[in-house]
T-cell receptor
Framework: AQSVTQLDSQVPVFEEAPVELRCNYS??????LFWYVQYPNQGLQLLLK????STLVKGINGFEAEFNKSQTSFHLRKPSVHISDTAEYFC?????WGAGGFKTIFGAGTRLFVKA | EPEVTQTPSHQVTQMGQEVILRCVPI?????FYWYRQILGQKVEFLVS????????KSEIFDDQFSVERPDGSNFTLKIRSTKLEDSAMYFC?????????????FGEGSRLTVL
């Protein structure tokens, strides 16, 4: 069975500091990997995705993530955070099912809180 | 840019009442999904829908829930007799046929409050 584990439920960090949000997954089949961001009282917005190819992927708002197959990880990083990055971040894996659609499984989320 | 739209954005209902949440997926998408997020908790898969039938559902999606695509554009989630624990944000999503991206496109969500 597939699962996604986000190792930190909350990450407080000072503005302009670097941050890493950790994500590990388990799957017996190939998956696609995603990070979604949810700002307060809003829906889910795609931050970045890994499909194949280069293991370092860049997303919006200066975020990047690195896929590590041997460690089954997909950690999200930003070298310098802003107050506006305060949000909930969800790691997700998406796997193909028989009829051509996808099932996406989410981690529990990590709340990033950026302090001035 | 095409987007998934959901209505209502917020609905308050009394326990035991029926609720219908509506979604308009992206027009060329053929796979549709409902997810639920109870306040402060993770986003949970409810159901996926393809070719006018449910393709997969979770254990959360019991007999109180149903989905349909009544007119070729709307995709609805019905809760027959709401319970307090149904209070949550419900997200609709859609994806393209055969797209090797695995990406779901989410709506802004419908917040359901059951009193």
């Amino acid at each position: 069975a597939q699962s996604v584990t986000q190792l930190d439920s909350q990450v407080p960090v000072f503005e302009e500091a670097p941050v890493e949000l950790r994500c590990n997954y388990s799957s017996s089949v190939s998956v696609y990997l995603f990070w979604y961001v949810q700002y307060p009282n809003q829906g889910l917005q795609l931050l970045l995705k890994y499909l194949s190819g280069s293991t370092l992927v860049k997303g919006i708002n200066g975020f990047e993530a690195e896929f590590n197959k041997s460690q089954t990880s997909f950690h999200l990083r930003k070298p310098s955070v802003h107050i506006s990055d305060t949000a909930e971040y969800f790691c997700a894996v998406s796997l193909l099912w028989g009829a051509g659609g996808f099932k996406t499984i989410f981690g529990a989320g990590t709340r990033l809180f950026v302090k001035a | 840019e095409p987007e998934v739209t959901q209505t209502p954005s917020h609905q308050v209902t009394q326990m035991g009442q029926e609720v219908i949440l509506r979604c308009v997926p992206i027009s060329n998408h053929l796979y549709f999904y409902w997810y639920r997020q109870i306040l402060g908790q993770k986003v949970e898969f409810l159901v996926s829908f393809y070719n006018n039938e449910i393709s997969e559902k979770s254990e959360i999606f019991d007999d109180q829930f149903s989905v349909e695509r009544p007119d070729g554009s709307n995709f609805t989630l019905k809760i027959r007799s709401t319970k307090l624990e149904d209070s949550a944000m419900y997200f609709c999503a859609s994806s393209e046929r055969g797209a090797n991206t695995g990406e779901l496109f989410f709506g802004e969500g419908s917040r359901l409050t059951v009193l």
